[in-house]
T-cell receptor, first 118, second 115 residues
Framework: AQKVTQAQTEISVVEKEDVTLDCVYE???????LFWYKQPPSGELVFLIR??????QNEISGRYSWNFQKSTSSFNFTITASQVVDSAVYFC???????????????FGAGTTVTVRA | DTEVTQTPKHLVMGMTNKKSLKCEQH?????MYWYKQKAKKPPELMFV???????INESVPSRFSPECPNSSLLNLHLHALQPEDSALYLC??????????????FGPGTRLTVL
């Protein structure tokens, strides 16, 4: 069974502060995929990043960066110089290799609500 | 076209009504998904269709009936729902495996209220 833990329920910061969201996962598979999704108040889940288990390179995309460490089963997400528009619920998710060719089951963490105050 | 669309955006129905949720994508994705999301909770997988065949049913009550008429369309037929079924219903799709990416792309959701 796979499991994703986001220990932080809510984080509140002032604009321009950095914020790091923690994600710890459990899986028995050697091949798996990790994701971060953003869900603003409008409700749509927005895909942010995917990482394969065999690719431990960290990644930076604008103000977003991700730190993947297999040794600690963690896939943390940092927003640098936060902005009000970053206010949303952020979900970390895990998907193991599909049972059949095409169906991926995503297991979501409980989510972290980020509030950025002006 | 790089989006998943869902209709209606909002739906209010009585417990004896029959209604349907619709999801559409034109990205050539061959897997489509229904999720249910209660307030302040993560999405929970309900059904997965792979190449228009039902692949995964996460023990969903029979009052929810999915249908995949073609590779672009996914419906969720609702009948005799309960108030606790009120939630945001999200549709997603993902590209065929064998490609480089397998992330799921989500629609904006249908906010369902059962009275």
């Amino acid at each position: 069974a796979q499991k994703v833990t986001q220990a932080q329920t809510e984080i509140s910061v002032v604009e321009k502060e950095d914020v790091t969201l923690d994600c710890v996962y459990e899986t028995r598979d050697t091949t798996y995929y990790l994701f971060w999704y953003k869900q603003p108040p409008s409700g749509e889940l927005v895909f942010l990043i995917r990482r394969n288990s065999f690719d431990e390179q960290n990644e930076i995309s604008g103000r977003y960066s991700w730190n993947f460490q297999k040794s600690t089963s963690s896939f943390n997400f940092t927003i640098t110089a936060s902005q009000v528009v970053d206010s949303a619920v952020y979900f970390c998710a895990l998907s193991e290799a599909p049972i059949r060719s095409n169906d991926y089951k995503l297991s979501f963490g409980a989510g972290t609500t980020v509030t950025v105050r002006a | 076209d790089t989006e998943v669309t869902q209709t209606p955006k909002h739906l209010v129905m009585g417990m004896t009504n029959k209604k349907s949720l619709k999801c559409e994508q034109h990205m050539g994705h061959r897997a489509m998904y229904w999720y249910k999301q209660k307030a302040k909770k993560p999405p929970e997988l309900m059904f997965v269709y792979s190449y228009e065949k039902l692949s995964i049913n996460e023990s969903v009550p029979s009052r929810f009936s999915p249908e995949c008429p073609n590779s672009s369309l996914l419906n969720l037929h609702l009948h005799a729902l309960q108030p606790e079924d009120s939630a945001l219903y999200l549709c997603a799709s993902s590209p065929p495996s064998g490609g480089t990416y397998n992330e799921q792309f989500f629609g904006p959701g249908t906010r369902l209220t059962v009275l």
